[in-house]
């Protein structure tokens, strides 16, 4: 008794090849087929540019965020003083950082005095955030520290005030000029509080990739914060750095108890998880978006094949009546198909990670093309469009293309199979 050829023989992807490329006088590769090709190379070509874009955005946000902010910011709860104001001020800040960095998991306790006032020069003026803090823990914030745009000498801090570049822009300053702060709560006289005013020479400009944080932000040395905001004595908050940001569960209860009873804790995740659920959910609705845009191209390869198969009933029914089974006429155009879905999610990998890994030039060139002001930092919050390609978005557009293209190509390659190789000659 013959042994019957195993699945996906020789013989069968040879038909499978001849009815590719056939000519279209001959019944081969239809129109559809080709559209059903570029359509699912866009598709995967979409499907990866945004999941790369995504995982960018997600990325860059996180870095900037983490590179110049407290992971975990530690505080006092508002106390009512003798004279009726709040005071939520740290007056043992020294050993309440000394306790708090001893925490596992933790790298750093910095305490700061923070204070909103209005920097001017010349007849510029801009609202900023003035930070305290001490020159070492400032060289310690890999954001400020590591910028590549900064300009001046860091290790001056302690001679004047580091400030942002969306700062150093509004007013029109570099490095070496000086700067006014004029603060509302300044000097306490008989005739009530006079606003202090003072220079500061600018000895550093640093830029950390958010626009938010570079337009407003001022570093001041924490000793010249306590006396230029009253605060001798005393700190507003405890800047807490820790080895793993993103897994603060393990440290939060620890540095509570460390900081003592009234200590209280506000970390990054709270500050901006809200904007990082959204930007999440974001994420799950363009993918569903993108996978029917997918599966929308996939279903053109039905069309294609359908019509494949409508012309090549007679060859069906000739193969059928010398012996090749139901199982070997569906494989042949189950590979007609699916070799369609393949050759598309190739060029449409090849296209997106092209895409990811090139997205600066990619971008420039639109921005020229649009005559520039397409990326405005002041809305996206940060200064170019970000791309970080991963395998794992790779291998999920992948899988989700393929397994679309195979499914759909099942359903008319086992019509063929099906048909009556007596009804196909009937005609002929």
Not at 69 to 83: L, Q, S, W
Not at 128 to 136: K, L, S, T
Not at 240 to 255: H, Q, T
Request: net charge negative.
């Amino acid at each position: 008794m013959a042994q019957s050829p195993p699945p996906f023989a020789r013989h069968e992807w040879m038909i499978a090849w001849r009815y590719l490329r056939a000519r279209r006088s001959e019944g081969g590769v239809s129109v559809m087929t080709w559209i059903s090709l570029i359509g699912i190379t866009l598709a995967v070509f979409a499907l990866i540019a945004t999941l790369a874009v995504r995982s960018g955005f997600r990325a860059e946000f996180v870095d900037t965020i983490l590179g110049a902010n407290a992971h975990v910011t530690v505080y006092n709860a508002t106390m009512i003083g003798e004279t009726g104001a709040a005071d939520r001020s740290i007056p043992d800040y020294a050993e309440m950082a000394a306790r708090v960095a001893e925490v596992p998991g933790v790298t750093r306790a910095a305490p700061l005095v923070r204070g909103q006032v209005l920097a001017s020069h010349g007849d510029r003026n801009a609202g900023v955030q003035v930070y305290g803090i001490a020159p070492d823990d400032l060289a310690d914030l890999p954001g400020i520290a590591d910028g590549e745009a900064a300009q001046g000498d860091l290790s001056r801090f302690g001679e004047g005030v580091a400030i942002g570049s969306g700062v150093a822009r509004e007013l029109g300053v570099v490095a070496g000029d000086r700067i006014k702060l004029i603060s509302p709560n300044g000097v306490k006289t008989a005739f009530g509080t006079s606003p202090r005013v003072s220079a500061y020479e600018v000895v550093y400009v640093f830029s950390v990739g958010r626009y938010d944080i570079d337009r407003t932000r001022v570093y001041m040395p924490f000793s010249e914060a306590q006396i230029y905001f009253n605060r001798e004595g005393v700190a507003d908050e405890l800047e807490v750095m820790v080895e793993e940001p993103e897994a603060l569960d393990k440290v939060v209860v620890p540095i509570l108890t460390a900081a003592g009873e009234r200590a209280r804790v506000w970390t990054w995740q709270d500050a901006s998880g809200g904007f990082l659920r959204a930007l999440e959910v974001e994420d799950n609705v363009m993918f569903v978006i993108l996978s029917i845009l997918v599966l929308i191209a996939a279903m053109n390869i039905v069309s294609g094949l359908i019509m494949l198969v409508k012309n090549k009933g007679r060859d069906i029914g000739i193969l059928r009546t010398i012996g090749l089974s139901e199982g070997s006429v569906l494989r042949v155009f189950f590979i007609c198909g699916a070799f369609t879905g393949l050759i598309g999610t190739a060029l449409g990998v090849i296209l997106g990670c092209l895409f990811a890994i090139y997205i600066d030039p990619i971008f420039s060139f639109v921005n020229y093309a649009m005559g520039g002001g397409v990326w405005d930092p002041a809305i996206r919050g940060i200064y170019a469009l970000p791309a970080q390609l991963h395998l794992s978005d790779v291998l999920k557009a992948v899988s989700l293309s393929l397994g679309l293209s195979f499914l759909v190509t099942y359903f008319p390659a086992r019509r063929a199979a099906r048909m009556n190789p007596v009804e196909a000659l009937r005609y002929e």
